[in-house]
């Protein structure tokens, strides 16, 4: 019986990644590969606001969650301010016992989802999740629709953190909804909770500064299928599931520790010495290693065999290897090829690290005419894209020497990450959804 449904959940595995390169699928926030595309995907190397846009629409609101595309859909979120302003009953109370430093709003915002048509940008639908006060602000680059969603091609799924996860069909019915209370993020910064879904179950990652736990749900209920306590802070991550010999394993990241955890009941798999503060960069695997980074006021990046269980602590000698500089803060590292891309911090300062060894290849590159990320870097066609917050894409040639391609400039602000599409590159700004593609 064990048999049957891990060869039931491959199979399912298989079909949601052929479907995604058979029809320019991009199901979740790095796609199905880790910003990787399929092999057939071929975006435009060249474009500017003049030249190879398909199409490009004014968005409501403001979000910085990567949109997902899949059966010609492409699903956005964002979070509008009304001119409803909340009574004073009607105001979140103010939690004395944590720091902050942003205010809250007095009007009420609403929490959307949109679906636009993947060829002409035509709006298909569009879902009121909630309407609220939110009770905490942001941080000046953030937004109250920061967590990006996620579809297995059968529902999509989104969570807005303290304004409610939700499921919906992809015509834009509510199938189901859950609330998980508030959550109170450091120093009041926002947050980002990007749903992961595999093996019809859908995991949340809602570290805060306190009550933090990784909940697991029935993907076509909505139900707790298990929860599990967290000794950590905020940490904006979004877990890593991968199949390794036969077990599912839940990769989060974090300030305290690094945690692999059971996708099947939680059970934790393995744990090692944990990352900076502000713990933002999500987890990577490929061919049986683990690698996890951060880069907030200091350097740190792990590559754990995925066999290993227990507690690692800070033994090097049970890891594959450790890096100490040049690490991302916002930006989660690029896999592709054998080769780890990343930037240090959020500069346009590149690092490129052979995977097996943790050598560096390059060190200290500086990227032309970009300044700050915190789009995470994918790669097409043999091409590295990186998405700058002012507009600017950097597009190298893979290689162990960095080759810039091409320079693009869009006149928009970005922090989602890419999304490649068949032979289109979208990208979802601060104004703007653009659909780029060669005509």
């Not at 066999?307 to 930006?331: C, F, I, N």
């Not at 870097?377 to 600017?392: F, K, M, N, Q, W």
Request: with cysteine; hydrophobic share 35%; net charge positive.
């Amino acid at each position: 019986m064990k048999m049957c449904k891990r060869l039931l959940a491959f199979i399912c595995l298989v079909v949601l990644l052929v479907a995604a390169e058979d029809s320019g699928n991009w199901p979740a926030w790095r796609g199905s590969r880790d910003g990787v595309a399929p092999s057939e995907t071929r975006p435009p190397l060249k474009w500017d606001e003049k030249t190879n846009i398909r199409w490009k629409i004014e968005l409501p609101g403001k979000g910085s969650a990567t949109p997902v595309v899949w059966d010609g859909q492409v699903f956005v979120l964002t979070a509008t301010p009304t001119d409803r302003m909340a009574k004073p009953e009607e105001l979140p109370a103010r939690d004395p016992r944590f720091e902050t430093k942003t205010s809250p709003p007095q009007s009420f915002y609403r929490f959307e989802v949109l679906a636009f048509d993947r060829e002409t940008g035509k709006e298909r639908w569009r879902q009121l999740a909630n309407e609220a006060v939110p009770h905490e602000g942001h941080h000046p680059t953030h937004s109250y629709a920061g967590g990006s969603p996620a579809t297995d091609g059968q529902r999509l799924y989104v969570s807005f953190g303290s304004f409610g996860t939700y499921a919906y069909d992809l015509k834009g019915n509510l199938l189901w909804k859950r609330d998980f209370g508030r959550l109170r993020t450091r120093l009041g910064w926002g947050e980002a909770v990007t749903p992961v879904v595999q093996n019809g179950v859908v995991v949340l990652n809602l570290d805060q500064e306190t009550g933090s736990r990784l909940v697991a749900l029935d993907a076509a209920t909505g139900e707790t299928r298990w929860e599990v306590k967290r000794e950590e802070k905020t940490s904006w991550n979004t877990p890593r599931i991968v199949e390794h010999e036969g077990v599912a394993q839940v990769i989060v990241n974090g300030t305290n520790r690094v945690r692999a955890y059971n996708l099947k009941d939680g059970a934790l798999l393995w744990e090692v010495g944990g990352m900076t503060v502000n713990a933002i960069p999500s987890p990577l695997a490929h061919e049986g290693v683990a690698y996890v980074a951060s880069g907030y006021r200091g350097a740190a990046l792990v590559a754990v065999p995925l066999g290993s269980r227990g507690d690692l602590g800070d033994d090097a000698a049970r890891l594959a290897w450790k890096y100490g500089k040049g690490t991302p803060y916002v930006p989660s590292p690029l896999l592709v090829n054998g080769r780890l891309y990343m930037t240090k911090a959020n500069t346009q300062v590149l690092t490129v690290l052979d995977a097996k060894t943790g050598k560096p290849l390059v060190e200290e590159y500086r990227l032309p005419r970009v300044k700050s990320f915190y789009a995470s870097p994918a790669s097409a066609a043999g091409h590295v894209y990186l998405v700058d917050r002012e507009g600017t894409t950097v597009v190298l040639r893979e290689g162990d020497k960095p080759e810039v391609v091409s320079v693009n400039t869009l006149q928009d602000s970005f922090d989602a990450s890419p999304v490649f599409s068949g032979s289109l590159l979208i990208l979802r700004g601060e104004k703007h959804l653009y659909a780029i593609g060669q005509k």
